[in-house]
């Protein structure tokens, strides 16, 4: 799949702009974001490093008992700063709202998919920092970034 165009209006300042989304009923598809506004397209399902990120959530200690909801909220909380950072050296995250390119703003009073449908020409997500560690470097990496968000 890909990334698709949305209309956004921004909450705090009423600005209609488009960014990138991804596609209404789609599923382990995520557009990445920087707070500054950069977007990355990630299909998680199949991605090797996803997978890997996910398999030690789920075998983390910490999180022994949590609900796999729960651990799969925390796998893409993570997940972001996996990626390769963007063209201008940011992290990536999943969740982010877009910026409003006048007041910079992550608060968005509504969002629709532009239709007729249009794909969005954002870059794919790389994960090619994560895949030069070895398996202890990315264990202590997402060990980290799971007491982080305690």
């Not at 022994?64 to 909380?77: C, F, W």
């Not at 982010?96 to 703003?105: D, E, G, H, K, L």
Request: glycine share 6%; with cysteine; proline share 8%.
């Amino acid at each position: 799949m890909s990334s698709v165009i949305y209309e956004y209006t921004c909450a705090s300042c009423g600005t209609e702009f488009k960014a990138s989304g991804v596609p209404e009923m789609s599923y382990g598809e995520f557009v990445l974001r920087t707070k500054s506004g950069e977007e990355s397209y990630l299909e998680a399902i199949g991605n090797p490093a996803f997978n890997e990120v996910w398999k030690l959530v789920e075998s983390h200690p910490s999180l022994a008992h949590t609900d796999p909801n729960r651990l799969g909220e925390i796998t893409q909380k993570i997940f972001g700063p996996v990626c390769d950072l963007s063209p201008t050296g940011q992290i990536f995250h999943v969740g982010i709202p877009p910026a409003c390119p006048i007041c910079s703003s992550h608060k968005m009073a509504s969002w629709r998919e532009s239709r007729p449908l249009q794909l969005s020409p954002i870059p794919s997500a790389t994960q090619n920092r994560w895949e030069s560690l070895d398996e202890s470097k990315k264990a202590a990496v997402i060990d980290e970034a799971i007491r982080d968000l305690s």
